[in-house]
């Protein structure tokens, strides 16, 4: 008895310093994992659906609260005007949640594009949502009526990959959503 006793001692305090060990290093790594994915996920995605702005989306980056939900907007800046932003959504896909990275012309108030940032579909089927020929269909495409050919849309889906078109269209219909709702909020957002 005293023996086992003196096990459960040893092996509660071995997995309470793992524990804290771990707690410690996924804090510390926190930041710089962020980092990391703002600089080689979402930064091309962002290059990608918004142009002609003289500042640096990722630093100006501001977070706003819509339904209970933290967005994190990144701002195109002209002349210290704001031309467009840019913010993440996702969409269920038939390997996961599709990351999509939507760009809006705050000034003519249509989308400039989007960029697919995550994405486990399969390989040369439904992957072929983040290829150029689907993603160009959502530049300068007005906010209201988004929505796949099938479903009375004007989006084409890639073909044998209805569910991965799906989940692309059902993140964009989302970042509209919130991005009506942010409109208010983004005019005295940036100075």
């Known amino acids: 008895m005293k023996e086992m006793m003196k096990m459960m001692i040893v092996l509660s305090l071995i997995c309470g ?26 930064a091309p995605a962002i290059e990608s659906v918004l142009s002609d702005y003289d500042n640096n989306p990722i630093k100006d980056r501001k977070k706003f609260t819509v339904d209970g939900r933290t967005v994190t907007v990144f701002p195109a800046l002209k002349g ?42 399969t390989p040369g089927v439904g992957a072929r949502v983040a290829e150029h020929g689907y ?16 479903n009375g849309g004007d989006i084409e889906a890639v073909a044998g990959a209805t569910i991965s078109s799906t989940g692309t269209v059902t993140a964009v219909r989302q970042a509209i ?13 940036w100075s």
């Not at 310093?17 to 410690?24: E, K, M, Q, V, Y």
């Not at 996961?96 to 594009?113: E, P, Q, S």
């Not at 959503?177 to 957002?189: E, Q």
């Open 80 to 121: 210290g005007t704001l031309t467009g932003v840019a913010f993440e959504t996702s969409g269920k896909g038939y390997g996961g949640n599709i990351g999509v990275m939507v760009g809006f012309d705050v000034r003519a108030m249509h989308l400039t594009g989007i960029g697919i940032t995550t994405l486990k579909e």
């Open 177 to 189: 959503t919130i991005f009506n709702a942010l409109k208010g909020k983004l005019a005295g957002g």
């Open 17 to 42: 310093i793992a524990g804290i060990t771990l707690a410690a290093l996924k804090q510390v790594t926190a930041p710089i994992i962020e980092e990391q994915v703002l600089t080689y996920v979402q």
């Open 135 to 150: 993603t160009t269909q959502f530049r300068g495409h007005p906010l209201e009526a988004v929505d796949l050919k099938k």
